[in-house]
């Protein structure tokens, strides 16, 4: 009479749930229109005014910046997630099963890491036909997905934690649309990560997404502008952070 | 060696923001194997008491036992033996039902062919077999309500808590329901714990019942107990011809002293009082149609009702300024 599962068991028929009642999937192939519409229809123009950056062609440069930002976008889905599980109570129907909320949390991250991972996958071998001199090999692949999976984390948790915080879906889309500006534009995706006023220095260096686009060049065309162990361990500050900052929240609504 | 009760709650209080009272001081104990109903007005505290017995919600001082484990330390070992039912939807919007039954009894453990053996003995009971591979957004309100109640009888539990359950359910949808509770606390022997608003579908179904008021207990007892410790009074209903004798009727029923209540019906032309003394407020009023040469429709004598046993107490606390 008693339902009884492992804490990864249970984590996974979560994760299997929102795989199928959560995600939606023109959804998702609408928000993969974005990376490559900035790879060719961006790409191909920007490429007549700067041929060249720091070494590597523009298409190549925006191409893997695309897969950092593709990352960031697909893992923010999570607040997406969230926010439907709210808002139809099946996030109080799940909390009332024989199911931790960090098993919940640890769910909806699992589930936004493996979708940030296809897409960002199926972004990096469109991106293959205007990439230059990419690297292709075990280590390098290890290495692109290592980085991407700890962005995810960082990009899934923020998620969360906004859409546990705001009162309306208007709100969650605004920020969501907002902070997707933030973190694109204020990062090194479309260009290299510097600015002639200290703030803005200051905000592309601590912005997840720098390290990710950094990670990303570096694991793909060799192409590094921070010291990637410092990146590595910056990513994993930000990622326990903001995931700790999720959890904060789930424990604190008020249901 | 004695049984540990399904549930006890034991001076469970929730306060709100620090200032909204929802439950207050409540104390009462569930049987195992009993269908214990928590009656109250819209907002009473009985969806706020489920949520604390469901360790989605902290109380706020006062504590609870739910098959003997304590709500504040041990929520999840109460949650994996209980099933609920919310008082609002709650359902994946972009499933057919199936599916969501389906994914919904995976969460709880269930393989897929004793699901297929549990849907199909249920389906029918519950009238969802032809929309069973519609999505659910697509269905009407009673029939997602039927589906979140029937998502809860698919996995094993040991105490059901049905947060009004049958909101949105038709007659006959209801009265099916509630016999399909009490056969399934007969033949599995477990426990339900059941709130509702519908004073009539207590009275059918629960073996006791307590009523909440403002966060409080305020009288628990089996339906037929209450009525005895609270109503001796009965209900002499008056039927008129029409609504021209009614305002002088009312006038004088204010000034009789036996008339412990009375309730004009919104469309017919009938009025119900409740007495102390039924037989000589019928007496009283044949006296008063005969010198008035008014003829009546009918004037008939009935026993209380649970009803009659809320609105009487609920008045009282509400009269001596508990709130």
Redesign the interface.
Known sequence: ?????SFAGNVI??T??NF???L?REFLVIQLVLPLFFIFVAGFGYTLIVPHVQGISYETFLATGAIAMTVMSSSMLSGTMIW?DRN???F?????????KLQYITSVTLSVILTALASAALVFLVSLTVSTGVILSVGSILELFGSLILGSLFFGGFGIFVSLRVKSSEALAATMNLMFFVFTFLSSVFYPSSSKYLVLRVIFEVNPLTYVADLVRRSLVGLSSFNPKAEVIALIIEGALMIYLASWSINRI?? | MQEIDAISVEDLTKIYAGKVVAVDHASFRVKQGEIFGLLGLNGAGKSTTIKMLATIVSPTSGNARVLGYDISKEGLEIRKRIGVVQQLESYDRNLTARTSLALYASLWGVDKKEFSNRINALIDKFELGEVLDRKIRWLSYGQRRRLQVLREFLHDCEILILDEPTVGMDVLARRAFLDFCKERVKGEKSTIFYTTHIVSEAEYLCDRVAIIHHGKIIALDSPKELKKKYTDAKTVCVVLKDDSYLTKLVKVLDGMQNVTRKEIMEDTPEIHIVSQDPFKLIYDLSSLFQSDSYEVESMSLTEPSLEDVIVGLVGDQTNNGVK
């Open positions: 009479m008693v339902a009884n599962s028929s979560l299997l749930r199928r009642a959560s939606d439907f139809f109570r099946m109080e129907q799940i909390l009332m099963g024989p199911f931790t008020e249901l």
